[in-house]
């Protein structure tokens, strides 16, 4: 796992380097120095202790679903999709799709791997299964 300073990127800010670390193909998440906990989505400071003291890491992409359910859409407007709450295997959750599988086979518990994607105008962190 890598570690990298919120500052290296252009722009101060959390969710800026969160953005800049996926234009360049990286999953970052925060780790805060004073409790050790690992940080989703990016912020300014620690909710579990307070600090400020927060860096950024390259998160594994390692994953389980912990929860999904299926949106039902016409064919036409893109067809069924999944959305899914994956755990991280450094511990936080975080909200995306599965792809690469039909929406009805994901589960509960399956291991899934990030993949870093452009969805519209930015890049985003979808799953795959492992």
């Not at 193909?25 to 409790?35: F, M, P």
């Not at 950024?56 to 899914?84: F, H, M, W």
């Not at 599965?98 to 799953?127: H, L, N, W, Y």
Request: glycine share 10%; hydrophobic share 35%; net charge neutral.
């Amino acid at each position: 796992m890598s570690t990298y300073d919120a500052k290296h990127f252009s722009g101060d800010g959390p969710e800026k380097a969160f953005r800049s670390g996926l234009e360049a193909g990286k999953i970052l998440i925060q780790s805060c120095a004073s409790c050790s906990s690992h940080i989703f989505y990016p912020r300014a400071l620690c909710p579990v202790c307070g600090s400020s003291d927060l860096k950024c890491i390259e998160a594994s992409g390692k994953g389980e679903v912990y929860s999904t359910t299926t949106i039902r859409q016409a064919p036409d407007k893109g067809g069924d999709y999944n959305l899914s709450m994956v755990t991280l295997a450094e511990g936080p959750r975080l909200m995306t799709q599965i792809t690469g599988i039909d929406p009805s086979e994901v589960k509960i518990g399956m291991k899934v791997a990030g993949a870093i994607r452009k969805a519209g105008e930015q890049f985003a962190v979808f799953f795959e299964p492992a």
